[in-house]
Nanobody
Framework: VQLQASGGGLVQAGGSLRLSCAASGRAFSSYIMGWFRQAPGKEREFVVSVSWTDRTYYADSVKGRFTISRDNAKNTVYLQMNSLKPEDTAIYYC??????????????????WGQGTQVTVSS
């Protein structure tokens, strides 16, 4: 599956952004879709994932602020980010993995990656 992320930008602390990730290829609805982020000088970290049955799995750092959703008819997954903080500044990547990847949060657990979109939160 090929992934294309979009929607990043510059926002003030407390603001919101919505990221999108469009997928091409077959069987999108069977994939577990996830978002990761990588801040300057830091390792890429897991943010959230969603299963084909809309089960979700969030990192503690974003619980209550970020919401993942997917539209299987449009082959797209979304990340609604509210109450953004400067520490949310990072490049955000969407990723995909098969059913065996549910509940996993390692970079190596996801086999397909989008190109990343920059999110910058100013204080």
């Amino acid at each position: 599956v090929q992934l294309q992320a979009s929607g990043g930008g510059l926002v003030q602390a407390g603001g919101s952004l919505r990221l999108s990730c469009a997928a091409s290829g077959r069987a999108f609805s069977s994939y577990i879709m996830g978002w990761f982020r990588q801040a300057p000088g830091k390792e890429r970290e897991f943010v959230v994932s969603v299963s084909w049955t809309d089960r979700t799995y969030y990192a503690d750092s974003v619980k209550g602020r970020f919401t993942i959703s997917r539209d299987n008819a449009k082959n797209t997954v979304y990340l609604q980010m509210n109450s953004l903080k400067p520490e949310d500044t990072a490049i955000y990547y969407c990723a995909a993995t098969g059913p065996a990847g549910w509940g996993k949060s390692g970079v190596s657990d996801f086999g397909s990656w989008g190109q990343g979109t920059q999110v910058t939160v100013s204080s």
